[in-house]
Nanobody, 115 residues
Framework: QVQLVESGGGLGQPGGSLRLSCAAS????????MAWYRQAPGKERELVAT????????TYIDSVKGRFTISRDNAKNTLYLQMNSLNPEDTAVYYC????????WGQGTQVTVSS
């Protein structure tokens, strides 16, 4: 079973930036379609962005297009989410996982956007 450990969250200011990381154990990460998800208080977890195994294609939900960038380093078994132009609506716990058949969820990393 692959273990996922998210990090990099914290308090961000409106208009600011944060970079999230997700470390995955196991080489199967490199062949997996990966994604970032987030769960805001009182809301269901939602898909934020996806990336193919060789980084050839990425997708984003409309609310983060042009602001967030998903990337990966298969040599390091690590997934990233560069978050720019943060706004308070980005406040959530962020998780990484496969796009489809999920591994066990990690603990997530809290992102709070506030002045």
């Amino acid at each position: 079973q692959v273990q996922l450990v998210e990090s990099g969250g914290g308090l961000g200011q409106p208009g600011g930036s944060l970079r999230l990381s997700c470390a995955a154990s196991g080489s199967i990460f490199s062949i997996s379609l990966m994604a970032w998800y987030r769960q805001a208080p009182g809301k269901e977890r939602e898909l934020v962005a996806t990336i193919t195994s060789e980084s050839s294609q990425t997708t984003y939900i409309d609310s983060v297009k042009g602001r967030f960038t998903i990337s990966r380093d298969n040599a390091k078994n690590t997934l990233y989410l560069q978050m720019n132009s943060l706004n308070p609506e980005d406040t959530a716990v962020y998780y990484c996982n496969k796009r489809w058949t999920k591994w066990t969820w990690g603990q997530g990393t809290q992102v709070t956007v506030s002045s």
